[in-house]
T-cell receptor, first 113, second 112 residues
Framework: AQTVTQSQPEMSVQEAETVTLSCTYD???????LFWYKQPPSRQMILVIR??????QNATENRFSVNFQKAAKSFSLKISDSQLGDTAMYFC??????????FGTGTSLTVIP | EAGVAQSPRYKIIEKRQSVAFWCNPI?????LYWYQQILGQGPKLLIQ????????DSQLPKDRFSAERLKGVDSTLKIQPAKLEDSAVYLC??????????FGPGTRLLVL
């Protein structure tokens, strides 16, 4: 069974600084996707970034990038030039072969002005 | 492109009452999911539909929860009777087959 672990319940970062959120997972599969979602106080889950396991290159979306270590089963999210609007819960998600998502417990990120 | 739509956005009911939530997925998305998110936790899958068929409902409390997607587009999730522990956000998501899931704004349910 897939498991997803986010070991940082809360984090904070100064505006314009860089922060890294951690995620580890467990799977016996070889080809899969990994996702980071952002959930602001409105509670809507917003896709931040997606990584395909067969790609060695780490995914990047503007200020968001991942450090994907397949052998270590680690998938961390780096946010550069943090902005006040980045304040939210961040969830790491891992789908099984049926595309049923397993979510971590989330990391609450606060950007301090 | 319109996103996933859900209604109502908020609902307050008393225990033992019934409630229904509605979801309209992104046009063309064959797969639809309902998640329950209790405060302080990540979302938990309740049921997954592929067109109008159920793919997985192993975590749906079938004694009180039911869901349908009759024409393979809109879906309804019902709780009857509601319990205090059903207070949560109910998220609907859709995807093109086995790809990225896109979420709606959610319905916040409070059971008193």
């Amino acid at each position: 069974a897939q498991t997803v672990t986010q070991s940082q319940p809360e984090m904070s970062v100064q505006e314009a600084e860089t922060v890294t959120l951690s995620c580890t997972y467990d799977t016996s599969e070889n080809n899969y996707y990994l996702f980071w979602y952002k959930q602001p106080p409105s509670r809507q889950m917003i896709l931040v970034i997606r990584q395909e396991a067969y790609k060695q290159q780490n995914a990047t979306e503007n200020r968001f990038s991942v450090n994907f270590q397949k052998a270590a089963k680690s998938f961390s999210l780096k946010i550069s030039d943090s902005q006040l609007g980045d304040t939210a819960m961040y969830f790491c998600a891992f789908p099984n072969t049926g595309n049923q998502f397993y979510f971590g417990t989330g990391t609450s990120l606060t950007v301090i002005p | 492109e319109a996103g996933v739509a859900q209604s109502p956005r908020y609902k307050i009911i008393e225990k033992r009452q019934s409630v229904a939530f509605w979801c309209n997925p992104i046009s063309g998305h064959a797969t639809l999911y309902w998640y329950q998110q209790i405060l302080g936790q990540g979302p938990k899958l309740l049921i997954q539909f592929q067109n109008n068929g159920v793919v997985d409902d192993s975590q749906l409390p079938k004694d009180r929860f039911s869901a349908e997607r009759l024409k393979g587009v809109d879906s309804t999730l019902k709780i009857q009777p509601a319990k205090l522990e059903d207070s949560a956000v109910y998220l609907c998501a859709s995807s093109l087959a086995l790809q990225t899931q896109y979420f709606g704004p959610g319905t916040r349910l409070l059971v008193l």
